[in-house]
């Protein structure tokens, strides 16, 4: 462990006579400042920078600083108060800042040991990284040795570090403990590149036992590292069950540690660049989930709700043009007889539901060109299992709000293939149930995708056309503009030998389709008819539906 000098005229540690020479090599050096909780193999990191012949390392030289202003009671307090620096913008100075004849120093710091009295320059200075754990494993871990809390596992002042450091535009590289286990290799040179150094191979093993660069306090937490050579593959599982003691704690650090896990380095050797979104806007959204909007990442359901135990959920689809909800009466009214088929209880209410859609369209400010995907579960389970008996909660609302243009190319016209998958029966599922368990659907739907089609044709159980697995095959538009019309069931036939056919949905709009099993529908192209029904489409969509209340005051508001 390298100090400062307590007895200098200015406490700085400086060099003596002897070294006057080699000190007039020295240049500034190049600072790497990782920032970490307990127990979370920083010492392991430390170890492994230290192996390289470009670095040299600082264990924890802020401790004593920190010791000193909050009191903390450690085994060996007199003696680091003896031994280090206290007064922490000296250590900054005369020790992390230092020149050195080395052209990196990497410093090892616990994330609270940045004090509210320390200046600031250590921040705006060299490059940063933070290296967190997760709390299942850290948390028995550190309790063997002090009772922990939540400030001792730092995960809150790591999560503000990281928004104050993105805030300047530079958001340091996170690596997680459990990667850096499982490849080191390819964590590390994701780090280095990250930090743009060379990585160096030198840094995948170290020597056992203890180390010039240990501070004092290794006799007390270092006995398990110094017996490694390299960073020891994790277990696959955790190997101890975890005390229920400390599973309130947990419910508090989670959220943290996946704040910061979501932005963690992958290996560089595997990693792969995520597909863009077909609308990049839709990476910043806020989604209702429960009575509450969350950002994108979080807005999940327990894995109690029935939706994911047995998608039991109702939902709909709803377009939103020029300001306001085309057909929203018409899809709440399906929506809450589909409920009310399926015995749901403790439905929210018809103003609830619709209050809940404005809020997460005014918040996303969605006026146009976007798409409501509306789902109601019959909510949360007090235990696993597929009985309505279990759901003692209420339902569980959810509203995702996307910007999404039609899915179809309704310009050019679209191409089916009829699916094997049948279209449920009523005999079976009434399918004006218009339930989350699309089995069927989505079975037709890879059908599809595997024949290279925009959509797949479904048909009922005696062979005549149903719809496609994603629209309706629909006529209101036709009767709203009392054209001609005749309702009968459909052959497959007919429709190969039909002049045009078109498709509807909320997804899709209207599409003209072109295809048909690889039979030109027509003349292959848009026909007058359709070309007329999109044009009513779009007066319809343009001078119905409910106005979205943008610029409202609410009461919490006044």
């Known amino acids: ?44 990191l430390m170890y492994s920078f230290a192996q390289r012949d470009d670095t040299e390392v600082l264990d924890e030289p802020l401790y004593a600083h920190h010791v000193y202003l909050t009191g903390a ?20 100075r005369n020790l992390i800042e230092r020149p050195s004849t080395k052209t990196y120093r990497f410093c090892k710091h616990m994330a609270k040991h940045r ?17 967190i754990r997760d709390p299942v494993s850290s948390l028995p871990s550190f309790d063997k040795v002090l009772p922990v809390t939540l400030d001792e596992l730092e995960l809150a002042n790591l999560v503000g570090m990281y928004s104050e450091l993105s805030a300047r535009g530079n958001p340091p590289p996170i690596v997680n403990a459990r990667d850096l286990q499982q490849n080191p290799e390819g964590i590390l040179r994701a780090l280095c590149e990250a930090l743009k150094i060379p ?101 999940k359901v327990s894995v109690f709700d029935s939706i994911v135990q047995g998608g039991d959920g109702v939902w709909e689809g709803l377009r939103i043009y020029r300001g306001k909800i085309f057909k929203l009466e018409e899809h709440l009214d399906r929506m809450f007889d589909s409920a009310k088929a399926m015995a749901f209880k403790n439905v929210p209410s018809r103003t609830e539901v619709k209050n809940a859609i ?18 109601l579960t019959r909510g949360k389970k007090f235990s ?23 899915v179809y190319d309704n310009t050019s016209g679209i191409r089916l293939i009829t699916a094997s998958t049948r279209r449920n029966s009523p005999n079976s599922l009434d399918s004006k149930i218009h339930h989350n368990n699309l089995i069927n659907n989505i079975l037709a739907k890879v059908e599809g995708n595997l024949a290279g089609a925009d959509d797949a044709i479904m048909l009922d159980c005696e062979g005549f056309v149903s719809e496609t697995n994603a629209t309706n095959i629909v006529i209101g538009l036709i009767k709203e503009a009392k054209m001609p019309f005749m309702e009968r069931r459909i052959s497959l036939t007919e429709f190969h030998a039909a002049d045009e056919v078109w498709t509807t949905g909320t997804m899709g709009e209207l599409s003209p389709v072109v295809e048909i099993d690889g039979r030109v529908i027509g003349d292959g192209k848009v026909g007058p008819i359709t070309k007329q029904l999109q044009e009513l489409y779009a007066a319809a969509a343009d001078s119905e539906g409910e106005l979205i209340p943008f610029d409202g005051t609410s009461d919490s508001d006044s």
């Open 1 to 44: 462990m390298e100090t400062t000098s307590t007895d200098s005229p200015d406490g700085n540690g400086a060099l003596p006579e002897a070294c006057e020479e080699s000190a007039v090599q020295e240049s500034r050096v190049q600072l790497i400042n990782v920032w970490s909780g307990p127990r979370s193999l920083s010492t392991s």
């Open 73 to 92: 009671e450690r085994p060996y307090r007199e003696q680091l108060l003896a031994t280090m620096e206290t007064d922490g913008n000296k250590v900054v």
């Open 199 to 299: 990585f160096q191979a030198s840094m995948l093993r170290w020597p056992a036992g203890p180390k010039p660069e240990d501070g004092l306090w290794a006799p007390w937490w270092y006995k398990t590292v110094h017996k490694t050579t390299e960073f020891n593959a994790r277990s696959p599982f955790n190997t101890k069950p975890f005390p229920k003691k400390l599973y309130h704690l947990l419910e508090h650090c989670q959220p943290f540690y996946n704040l910061l896990n979501r932005h963690a380095l992958r290996p560089a050797s595997t990693e792969t660049i995520p597909p863009p979104l077909p609308v990049s806007a839709n990476e910043k959204l806020l989604i209702w989930v429960n009575d509450q909007l969350l950002v994108r990442e979080d807005a």
């Open 358 to 375: 404005f809020s997460t369209l005014i918040a996303n400010d969605m006026r146009d060109c976007a798409h409501v995907r509306l789902t």
């Open 384 to 406: 696993s299992g597929m009985s309505p008996a279990f759901n003692v909660y209420g339902c569980n609302l959810l509203v995702v709000a996307e910007w999404k243009p039609p």
């Open 115 to 131: 004090t509210p009295g320390l200046s600031n320059d250590l921040m705006t200075t060299g490059k940063h990284v933070l290296l």
